[in-house]
């Protein structure tokens, strides 16, 4: 809840942060790709446009060389203890940019630090490796290991393609 709009000015008891969570899952203004194992799930990726995630780390910064807004921010990746370093991050964010390409598609950024400078429960944002990984690339830098990275996302069809579905 932590990037969204309504977490500004200060944190509230995890109960009623899960009860606001869930009605913005059912409203549909909250958007996450999930790994799962079974029932079980392994870590997330959180995205959405920029007036459903205006939180982000080194807002400051970012606010200072912006130009565009993108049409999605990736805001939260996550990889629960005993799965990190197992692909978990790249299955979310990949997981992410494909809901994301079905939702229309756009320029999509993200914010991620240097794995090697951050320890790994602390990388909110995910590792620049990984972003890379998928294609992304960094625009600027807006902390010390924190960049701005873009990636284009083509929209998907209904039909599953590329581009516009055909009736």
Not at 39 to 66: H, M
Request: overall charge positive; hydrophobic content about 35%.
């Amino acid at each position: 809840m932590g990037f969204h709009p309504e977490e500004v000015g200060g944190h509230s008891a995890p109960t009623p942060k899960r009860e606001r969570k869930l009605s913005r899952v059912r409203a549909g203004t909250a958007h996450a790709a999930l790994v799962l194992d079974g029932e079980d799930c392994l870590g997330w990726c959180q995205f959405g446009t920029p007036d459903e995630l205006p939180r982000i780390k080194s807002r400051a910064a970012y606010e200072k060389g912006l130009t565009d807004l993108p049409d999605w921010r990736i805001a939260c990746c996550f990889v629960g203890k005993g799965h990190r370093r197992q692909s978990v991050a790249t299955a979310a964010l990949a997981g992410a940019l494909d809901l994301i390409a079905r939702l229309g598609g756009g320029t999509v950024e993200g914010y991620p630090e240097a794995a090697d400078a951050v320890p790994a429960g602390f990388l909110f944002n995910g590792a620049l490796s990984t972003y890379e990984e998928l294609g992304f690339t960094r625009s600027r830098q807006i902390g010390k290991h924190r960049w701005v990275v873009t990636r284009v996302i083509e929209p998907l069809g209904t039909d599953g393609h590329r581009g516009a579905a055909s009736s």
